[in-house]
């Protein structure tokens, strides 16, 4: 296990930190403050080909690694989390998904437009009253022909408003017993008939980015679309949610980072008692907290990457990853505004949005409760990773690079 990146792992980190920093930290308070997204960032993500950075080149996308991928997750959450949760959605949740687990005909016709950057994807799997106990979800998909009628709700949906195409799982069996074979995934154009959703107003954090709610009403679904065997789609979403808390977990180095480095700004030119407060013992210790988790968080996710990397299950990775990198970064954010002391109360500071965008990530993607049950299982030997269905293709350079 090689943790020294590469030329191209350093090649795209440095292009995504450039656009980051660049062009979107410059707009970031003013459109947090609207609660409204920055106009531009998911055409411009897609023009650098960020959206497909994963994604093997005959399919549209830049052939790179899945180190890669955490790599951009880190750099754009140092900048604001709703760039990464693009990442997280887009990529995690539903680009990957199709390339794991789609037929070569759903390739062509859905991933190779989301590599690109043509279309933005995101998956739709919380509902009003099912989020952790996602195995009871009511929604409804009934076949009838060529085609499935899907109706229900989904809620606290990222990019729900801006998503072409979203990976669905709803319920085809009432009867199942236990009840998660009884589900179904499936792609859908969410610009089909029957289909409604608007954005979720007053949110605590991640202002300047999209989460909504999506409403299906006698949505006809082609079975075509159907992502895996009808029953199998638990599996398909857990590892959906594997992917996509590796990308949450990756990001959350990003926050920590960019608490650690407000804080030693503000630690040097700050004074008080006639000298630095980077001289003041706690300060040092809130400081040196920071840079511990971060560099923690950073070889947990480079682990999770290089499993991935292999082919490997990294299910109980994913989640360690996801669980002490979220608290971590929320703890980062909150110590970073007790040395900013006052003044990290105010929007002013970068450190205020930090703490805010922070506590979203200990609930989405599985709470930190369910990644404590999570890690717990897999110690006391009650959980372990079986085969799916369909393993996990390894990262091949020359066969993903290939045009």
């Not at 299982?377 to 369909?390: E, F, V």
Request: hydrophobic share 35%; proline share 4%; charged share 25%.
């Amino acid at each position: 296990m090689d943790f020294q990146l590469t030329d191209e792992h350093r090649m795209v980190q440095q292009m995504v930190r450039d656009f980051a920093q660049k062009e979107v930290a410059p707009k970031v308070k003013e459109y947090d403050r609207k609660h409204e997204p920055i106009p531009g960032v998911l055409e411009r993500m897609g023009e650098l080909g960020i959206l497909g950075i994963s994604i093997p080149v005959k399919y549209g996308g830049q052939g790179m690694d899945y180190i890669s991928l955490g790599l951009v997750s880190e750099e754009l959450e140092y900048v604001d989390s709703t760039l990464r949760v693009v990442m997280s959605v887009h990529m995690g949740l539903c680009a990957l998904s199709i390339l794991h687990w789609g037929t070569e005909e759903q390739k062509q016709k859905f991933l190779v437009p989301l590599a690109r950057g043509e279309k933005v994807g995101a998956g739709a799997f919380t509902e009003p009253g099912h989020g952790s106990d996602f195995a009871r979800i009511q929604g409804t998909a009934r076949r009838e022909g060529d085609v499935y009628i899907l109706n229900g709700e989904k809620m606290w949906i990222s990019l729900a408003t801006k998503a072409d195409y979203a990976l669905v799982t709803m319920r085809t069996d009432p009867h199942a017993d236990p009840p998660h074979r009884g589900l179904t995934t499936f792609i859908v154009d969410l610009h089909s008939p029957g289909v409604t959703r608007g954005d979720i107003k007053g949110k605590l954090g991640v202002r300047a980015g999209s989460t909504g709610w999506i409403a299906f009403q006698n949505v006809e679904v082609p079975v075509e679309n159907r992502i895996g065997e009808e029953g199998e789609g638990f599996k398909v979403t857990m590892s959906a949610f594997d992917r996509g808390r590796y990308t949450v977990g990756a990001g959350a180095a990003g926050l920590i980072r960019a608490a650690l480095d407000a804080s030693v700004a503000y630690a040097r030119e700050r004074r008080t008692f006639g000298k630095p407060i980077g001289q003041h013992q706690l300060i040092k210790q809130k400081i040196a907290q920071m840079a511990r988790d971060y560099e923690i968080t950073r070889l947990l996710y480079l682990q999770t990457g290089w499993l991935m990397n292999q082919g490997k299950r990294f299910t109980r990775q994913a989640s360690l990853t996801k669980w002490f990198g979220t608290e971590a970064a929320f703890r980062a954010a909150h110590e970073a505004i007790q040395v900013h002391g006052a003044y990290g109360y105010s929007d002013e500071y970068d450190v205020e949005r930090f703490f805010r965008n922070s506590r979203g990530a200990l609930i989405y993607e599985g709470s930190s409760e369910i990644q404590t049950l999570i890690q717990a299982d897999y110690a006391l030997g009650y959980r372990y990773d079986k085969p799916l269905r369909k393993e996990l293709p390894p990262y091949d350079p020359e066969a993903w690079l290939a045009e």
